[in-house]
């Protein structure tokens, strides 16, 4: 079975300071990994996702995250947080065996980005 | 191409009634994904369908839930005799070919019970 562990539910950063989202994922098969963003009252937009090759991943609007087997983790980062980044946040994975029909997701963590 | 259209976006249902939710996948998508979001939780996946096909039901309750994605038209998830309990926002995903990797999700449905 899959599990997916975000840290942190809230998580409050200044404006231009460094967004740092953690992702710990249990899988006893290598794992696809995904990082997705929720605007309020709105749907699941595709940040970033790991499957095979370079384990440093680059999304959209800045974020990137880096797949560390090793650590079991997948922690989404950004460099300089704007006020728009505000929302939440949520980490899935699912099995690598190419007919995957379920994402196992995270709780979820809220970003508050602060003037 | 526009993308995963969910409707109706609101939905309020009194307990006991009916509740209907739509998905029409992109297009050329013939897989689809629902999923249930209780508040302050994650999403939980329900069923997986392609056309006329039920894949995987593995997280759909026993009871009260249905989900067909017919020939023609969208998918549907039925939730009958509804309770409180079914509040929830209820997202669609779909994709060109069996698995997430491609999948986008729609705006959801956010069913409330009262």
């Known amino acids: 079975a899959q599990s997916v562990t975000q840290l942190g539910s809230h998580v409050s950063v200044s404006e231009g300071a460094l967004v740092l989202l953690r992702c710990n994922y249990s899988?006893?098969?290598?794992?696809?990994l995904f990082w997705y963003v929720q605007y309020p009252n709105q749907g699941l937009q595709l940040l970033l996702k790991?499957?095979?090759?370079?384990?440093l991943v680059k999304g959209i609007n800045g974020f990137e995250a880096e797949f560390k087997k090793s650590e079991t983790s997948f922690h989404l980062t950004k460099p300089s947080a704007h006020m728009s980044d505000a929302a939440e946040y949520f980490c899935?994975?699912?099995?690598?065996?190419?007919?995957?029909?379920?994402?196992?997701f995270g709780t979820g963590t809220r970003l508050q980005v602060t003037l | 191409n526009a993308g995963v259209m969910q409707n109706p976006r609101h939905l309020v249902r009194r307990r006991g009634q009916e509740a209907r939710l739509r998905c029409s996948p992109m297009?050329?998508?013939?897989?689809v994904y629902w999923y249930r979001q209780l508040p302050e939780e994650g999403l939980k996946f329900m069923v997986y369908?392609?056309?006329?096909?039920?894949?995987?039901e593995s997280g759909m309750p026993k009871e009260r839930f249905s989900a067909e994605f017919p020939k023609e038209g969208p998918s549907i998830l039925r939730i009958q005799q509804v309770v409180r309990g079914d509040s929830a926002a209820y997202f669609c995903?779909?994709?060109?070919?069996?698995?997430?990797?491609?999948?986008?999700f729609g705006q959801g449905t956010r069913l409330t019970v009262v």
């Open positions: 297009k050329g998508h013939s897989h």
């Open positions: 369908l392609q056309k006329e096909n039920i894949i995987d």
């Open positions: 899935a994975v699912s099995d690598v065996t190419g007919t995957a029909s379920k994402l196992t």
């Open positions: 899988s006893s098969v290598p794992p696809y």
């Open positions: 790991y499957t095979t090759g370079a384990t």
């Open positions: 995903a779909s994709s060109p070919r069996p698995g997430l990797t491609e999948a986008f």
